[in-house]
């Protein structure tokens, strides 16, 4: 055809997480280990909120910005939290799940030819991200020995007169690293006196398992030019409830809104009323999940260092081992990618290539432990076999 798509479409790369699930669809026997989702059901209160809603007959457009009970509800519970105190009308935009969120912030702040800085490894959905919007990606590697925490010097290295937004993620997708105090306190002396814009990823913020969780929000002197980024796909469960919300400067919510606007124009009611319930009557549960997620790390990074040629160093937060495979990559000849290939072939065993995170994931796989523990017994044991039976000098 003469007729050619957009540069943009065709350049823009897939996932490596979607990569290694589609492949094993037409498997069976598998045990997944790709997709960041719990494997928790939404608390019921919520799933009988929401259902009630809808019977009730509210299936008509809303605000933009979202309803305004939910935009109230996200206010108070960060103000019962000490962190943030936004103003629910100005300050407060819903979107669709926080990866929209993301992107329209990237719109909202970033030219084309404007430079974004990212620590990875990182989530794949950056990356893309990025490029739609047409700004230039920065990578700024992070190193195993610390723990996958973003070194400041490194940040300030990066930055240069065309740098307009850094994007801090923590707990982080796919590492798992939490930044602490001193290391989030040096970070903001290399950006307090810069005028870069920060989004803060934090929709993992309330899967920690470190004894301290060091916030954006505790910088009150840089939140004018922070975009908060959170979500409910991970704090109840709601993934396929497509929930998410930024908080930030009224001007920045005012032109995310309107972007979001010709984009998903709105969210439905039912859901967002039933999410505002869950912040009301449904705290705890967040915190059942987590004691679960703890159990499961601590036995899969137990499992993983049984594995010949595979280490993992403990992650402080998400649901996310992050395994280094190098001595099997070298003894093999394979990269990572191909690692987890073969051990999907082999195993039914669905893990991710750490070179899809970013180049500096090349050498890692991701693995998910937000899965049970009878998969994560069986699905480290058969890897496990299945390396030792190749006999390599490890």
């Not at 993934?239 to 124009?265: C, F, P, Q, V």
């Amino acid at each position: 055809m003469g007729l050619e798509l957009s540069q943009l479409a065709k350049g823009l790369g897939g996932s490596a997480i979607r990569e290694m699930f589609n492949e094993a669809q037409n498997m069976t026997n598998t045990i997944s280990f790709t997709v960041g989702e719990p494997d928790f059901i939404t608390p019921q209160p919520i799933i009988e909120e929401v259902c009630r809603r809808f019977e009730e007959g509210l299936t008509h457009y809303t605000p933009n910005s979202g309803v305004a009970e939910l935009r109230k509800a996200i206010a108070k519970y960060h103000r019962d939290r000490g962190e943030l105190d936004p103003n629910p009308d100005k300050n407060i935009m819903v979107s669709c799940g926080a990866t929209e969120a993301i992107q329209m912030a990237l719109f909202t702040l970033a030219d084309p030819g404007d430079e974004v800085i990212l620590p990875t490894p990182a989530w794949p959905n950056y990356f893309g991200q990025i490029g739609m919007c047409g700004a230039r990606l920065v990578e700024v590697p992070t190193r195993e020995e610390n723990g996958f925490a973003p070194d400041p010097q490194d940040l300030l290295a990066a930055i240069t007169d065309r740098t307009k937004v850094i994007i801090l993620n923590s707990p982080c997708n796919p590492t798992g690293a939490v930044i602490e105090k001193a290391r989030y306190d040096a970070i903001i002396d290399v950006l307090k006196d810069r005028e870069i814009f920060i989004i803060a990823d934090e929709v993992y913020s309330r899967l920690v398992y470190a004894d301290e969780y060091t916030s954006i929000t505790g910088y009150k002197d840089i939140l004018d030019r922070v975009v908060y980024i959170n979500g409910f796909s991970k704090m109840f469960a709601m993934t396929g409830w497509r929930l998410g919300y930024a908080i930030a400067r009224e001007d920045i919510i005012t032109n995310m809104t309107k972007l979001h606007e010709n984009g998903a124009s709105c969210l439905p009611a039912p859901t967002q009323l039933a999410a505002a319930y869950g912040l009301v009557t449904c705290l705890p549960k967040i915190e059942e999940m987590r004691l679960s997620y703890l159990r499961r790390r601590n036995l899969i990074c137990s499992l993983i260092n049984k594995i010949p040629g595979f280490s993992v160093k403990t992650p402080n937060g998400a649901f996310y081992a992050f395994a280094n495979v190098k001595p099997v990559l070298a003894a093999t000849g394979m990269n990572s990618k191909e690692l987890c290939m073969d051990i999907l072939k082999n195993t039914g065993c669905v893990t991710v290539p750490g070179s899809g995170f970013g180049e500096c994931g090349e050498g890692f796989i991701r693995i998910t432990y937000a899965t049970s523990d009878e998969k994560i017994i069986e699905g480290m044991k058969r890897i496990k076999e299945y390396i030792s039976s190749l006999g390599l000098a490890l």
